[in-house]
């Protein structure tokens, strides 16, 4: 994956909150289609082992005590270091911005293509934890989506993690993957969608309303390379195929039954599915790379999840 070493970075669609810090501690209650790429994996180990408690009207990350108290945001060093495609090349934070970016320009311009109004949403970096529209969290939760102020929240930690605890290959559009997927959330919650999202099970509203997410994220992927920014040049020059298994490679550590097999003490329990399986994770992340095509990833009009 590669920027075009001269586009601008836009550094107003990231918060950097790491300066504020915080401390830990209460019980975590996850529920509503709020919940990140990975939540799944803490809520199976803690509710296999005691210390979840479920609230399904949270909405996204429930109270968690004492966390993020005091944070403030200071994007100065992200708004001199990361300026063009170039500093996106060489800095990894900075082409965390890039990814946001793209993703935000392409639905965006999609959204206007089909007469609507794309409202962006900010990602914020945190450290340990954060306080969030959808209660407080830590950084064990995972990348996840608050449809409660419409904002990313990820501690940057947890791409070291997927490749040290998941086994991932990782790598820049892995990243890209993860983001992309949370942003899918966005989109859902900016159409109404995200309120399907409940239950679980191999068919729940939870399960399809992740799958569809991975498929958005597939969508955004095949148009990276020739969504135009406000300049009229597209951030990212080049996608390659390892960049694809990459994140491929990411979603078939992060289904339901690879994480309660590897990590979950070798058991599967198909009702406790919120996420959907290794194979349909990759599944819908292809359909929407291939297709490139919103209107494909309806995954609630479907019986045939994969």
Known sequence: MRFDEGAGLDTSEVEDLRGGGGGIGGRVALGGGGLGVVGLVIYFLISQFGGVSLNPSAGGIG????????????????????????????????????II????????QEFQRSGSTYRKSVTKFFNGGVNTGCGSATSDVGPFYCPGDSNVYIDLGFFNELRTKFGAEGGPFAEAYVLAHE????????????????GSGPTSGSVRL??????????????????PTETGRPLLT??????????????????????????????????????G????????????????????????????LG
């Not at 942003?183 to 409940?198: A, D, E, P």
């Not at 992740?210 to 969504?227: F, K, M, P, R, S």
């Not at 292809?286 to 919103?294: A, K, L, N, R, S």
Request: net charge negative; hydrophobic share 25%; aromatic share 8%.
């Open 210 to 227: 992740e799958l569809q997410a991975d498929c958005y994220a597939g969508v955004w992927a095949n148009h990276a390379t020739t969504t």
């Open 101 to 108: 970016n793209s993703i935000q320009d392409y639905w965006g």
């Open 277 to 304: 399986t290794s194979a349909q994770r990759k599944k819908w992340f292809t359909t929407g790379f291939q297709t490139g095509q919103p209107a494909r990833c309806d995954t609630f009009a479907t019986n045939n």
């Open 183 to 198: 942003y899918g959330h966005h989109v859902q919650n900016l159409t109404g969608v995200s309120k399907k999202g409940t």
């Open 238 to 275: 080049e996608v390659s195929q390892q960049d694809v298994d990459s994140a491929l490679d990411t979603a078939s550590r992060i289904g339901d039954d690879y994480i309660q097999s590897k990590l979950g003490g070798g058991r599967v329990d198909e009702s406790k599915f919120s996420h």
């Open 63 to 98: 109270s968690l005590g004492g966390v993020g108290s005091g944070q403030q945001v200071d994007n100065t060093s992200l708004a001199q270091e990361c300026k063009t495609g170039a500093d996106a090349n060489r800095k990894h934070d900075c082409a965390i911005v890039g």
